[in-house]
């Protein structure tokens, strides 16, 4: 799609993430805003808005690549919960979000906000934490 950051990369994707890499059906992408230390998306590798979209085997992987890097997050990161979220009302692109929940933070034991736009890192911060989710998938 023409507006979507997910299929297009570039300045769209820049807006708001960093790509991490490629997983089996999807790809790995930083969320720029790390209120939540280690946040991530994983967005399917096609433009489709559900899952009820693609077939069971292609969801069966996809939720395998959540997964694996869901435990990425959790080796490198090491928070309490890890809360999943699937939305895309707006951009249509299956995607999911990777919200990392640590004790006493300030969402802890609540629905995390889509964008806090509190924190934001160095391109080496960055550039070091992908290096770290990159280790551990």
Not at 9 to 15: N, Q, T
Not at 39 to 62: G, M, Q
Not at 87 to 112: A, M, Q, R, S
Request: glycine share 8%.
């Amino acid at each position: 799609m023409h507006n979507c950051g997910y299929c297009q990369g570039g300045e769209l994707l820049a807006k708001f993430g960093i790509k991490i890499c490629d997983l089996s059906v999807s790809q790995l992408i930083l969320f720029k805003e790390q209120s939540h230390p280690g946040r991530v998306i994983v967005a399917y590798k096609d433009h489709v808005s559900e899952l009820v979209n693609i077939s069971d085997e292609e969801r069966n992987a996809y939720f395998a690549d959540i997964a694996k890097a869901a435990n990425a997050i959790h080796k490198v990161f090491h928070p309490k919960k890890v809360n999943y979220g699937a939305y895309g009302d707006t951009g249509c692109h299956l995607h999911f979000h990777l919200v990392p929940k640590y004790e006493n933070e300030f969402e802890y034991g609540g629905v995390f906000a889509m964008n806090p736009d509190r924190v934001y890192l160095t391109d080496e911060e960055y550039a070091e934490m992908i290096q770290k989710i990159k280790d551990n998938l």
